[in-house]
């Protein structure tokens, strides 16, 4: 199975910092056709929310402020602005090869 | 508006046994694949199963492989997993969610989730 590490376990920022947290898969997620890569971000107490999905593309409703990147096996969500309510655990999917994997996850904190 | 609603958590002894529903309105449930996933206390996402949109294709965990059985009634858009010989390690809680909505390839993610229903294996 493909397993994603993410890095790093925690990351603790003031609000309109940047946020940069990183997916490397242990083998390529994707082809020419693309990268089957998701995030979901999942706050205290709540379900997950899907932010990105194949790698790129924003999901409907979710701000600007989050941009997702990469290829082949390393890929990084960006938050450009820290809000408050950024607050939580950000999780990264594969969804190229069975059976679906999900990150250990990256703790977004707030100072 | 959507709702993934499940239910039938509790607390079952080593070996016991247990069923779960997923409740869903406002989606399309009958032309969906549904998925459970868990969460242990703590812990990362484990995808456990997988059913099509007509249930002609299903697919587990290694870890709850021939324990679990996943199944649909799309007359009633309800979702269901049996969980049976369960052990302490299944503790968790368990979330149904939509696979759908947001597509790339044909390759869907999932875009509704419920908010889970707690599972505890203990003697």
């Known amino acids: 199975e493909i397993v994603l590490t993410q890095s790093p376990a925690t990351l603790s920022l003031s609000p309109g910092e940047r946020a940069t947290l990183s997916c490397r898969a242990s083998?390529?997620?994707?082809?020419?056709?693309?990268?089957?890569l998701g995030w979901y971000q999942q706050k205290p107490g709540q379900a997950p929310r899907l932010l990105i999905y194949g790698a790129s593309n924003r999901a409907a409703g979710i701000p600007g402020r989050f941009s997702g990147s990469g290829s082949e096996t390393d890929f990084t969500l960006t938050i450009s602005s820290l809000e408050p309510e950024d607050l939580a655990v950000y999780y990264c999917?594969?969804?190229?090869?069975?059976?679906?994997?999900f990150g250990g996850g990256t703790k977004v904190e707030i100072k | 508006q959507v709702q993934l609603v499940e239910s039938g958590g509790g607390v079952v002894q080593p070996g016991g046994s247990l069923r779960l529903s997923c409740a869903t309105s406002g989606i399309d449930f009958s032309g969906s694949a549904m998925q459970w996933v868990r969460q242990a206390a703590g812990k990362e996402l484990e995808w456990v199963a997988v059913i099509s949109y007509d249930g002609s294709h299903i697919s587990y965990a290694d870890s709850v492989k021939g324990r679990f059985t996943i199944s649909r009634d799309n007359s009633k858009n309800m979702l269901y997993l049996q969980m049976n010989s369960l052990r302490p390690e299944d503790t968790a809680v368990y979330y149904c969610a939509r696979d759908g909505g947001y597509c790339t390839n044909g390759v869907c993610y999932f875009d509704y989730w419920g908010r889970g229903t707690l599972v505890t294996v203990s003697s």
């Open positions: 999917q594969q969804r190229f090869q069975w059976p679906v994997t």
């Open positions: 083998q390529s997620v994707g082809n020419y056709l693309g990268w089957y």
